[in-house]
C-alpha cells in the first residue's frame, strides 16, 4: 500500500496527501515539501465551499484564513466580537449566515471576481491601521504629524 501523508499544516485534521510531496531525512529529522501548496490549499477551499451540512470550526478558520482576514477583522465585517469568532472555530458553533457569508466570499474570491477581491484586500490593509497613534510635533513654528503603529489594545 502507498504511503499517505497526514496533512495537518493547513489546521485541517483530516487531509491526506497521496502523492505531490516529498519526505527527505535530515539532521532533526524528517523533513516534508509538499508541492503547490498554495494550488493544494485553493483545490481545499474549493472543495469546502461545496461541502453539504455546515462547516466545522477548524474548516471555517482555514476559509478564514484564505481570505487572509484575522478573527477580528471577520468579526467586524459580520458585526461579531473577534471572541465569537474565535469561539465559533474553537467549538463548531459557526451561526449559519456567517457560514454561508464566508462560502459566498471564498468562491468569489476563487472565481476572480475582482469588486470582491479589492474589498477583502482593503480590509486586510485598513484592519491593522485601526491601532496607530498620530504624534504631533512643533519644530520651527510648524506642526509635523508622525504616524506609528501601536499594538493591539488588551483587556484588563
Known amino acids: 500500500?502507498?504511503?499517505?501523508?497526514?496533512?495537518?499544516?493547513?489546521?485541517?485534521?483530516?487531509?491526506?496527501?497521496?502523492?505531490?510531496?516529498?519526505?527527505?531525512?535530515?539532521?532533526?529529522?524528517?523533513?516534508?515539501?509538499?508541492q503547490d501548496a498554495d494550488g493544494l490549499h485553493h483545490l481545499l477551499a474549493m472543495t469546502l465551499v461545496q461541502k453539504p451540512g455546515l462547516l466545522t470550526g477548524k474548516e471555517f478558520r482555514f476559509l478564514r484564513v484564505q481570505l487572509g482576514l484575522s478573527q477580528e477583522a471577520l468579526g467586524q465585517l459580520l458585526d461579531f466580537s473577534e471572541n465569537a469568532v474565535s469561539l465559533w472555530e474553537r467549538k463548531d458553533t459557526v451561526p449559519l449566515?456567517?457560514?454561508?457569508?464566508?462560502?459566498?466570499?471564498?468562491?468569489?474570491?476563487?472565481?476572480?471576481?475582482?469588486?470582491?477581491?479589492?474589498?477583502?484586500e482593503r480590509i486586510k490593509t485598513v484592519?491593522?491601521?485601526?491601532y496607530q497613534k498620530y504624534v504631533v510635533k512643533g519644530v520651527q513654528g510648524r506642526r509635523t504629524v508622525s504616524v506609528q503603529r501601536q499594538p493591539k489594545p488588551t483587556l484588563a
Request: proline share 2%; glycine share 6%; aromatic share 6%.
Open 97 to 120: 449566515t456567517c457560514d454561508h457569508w464566508l462560502r459566498m466570499c471564498v468562491l468569489a474570491k476563487l472565481a476572480g471576481n475582482t469588486k470582491v477581491a479589492d474589498a477583502l
Open 127 to 130: 484592519q491593522p491601521l485601526v
Open 1 to 34: 500500500m502507498k504511503k499517505q501523508l497526514h496533512y495537518t499544516a493547513c489546521g485541517l485534521d483530516n487531509v491526506w496527501l497521496e502523492n505531490g510531496f516529498t519526505v527527505k531525512s535530515s539532521a532533526l529529522g524528517e523533513v516534508v515539501s509538499v
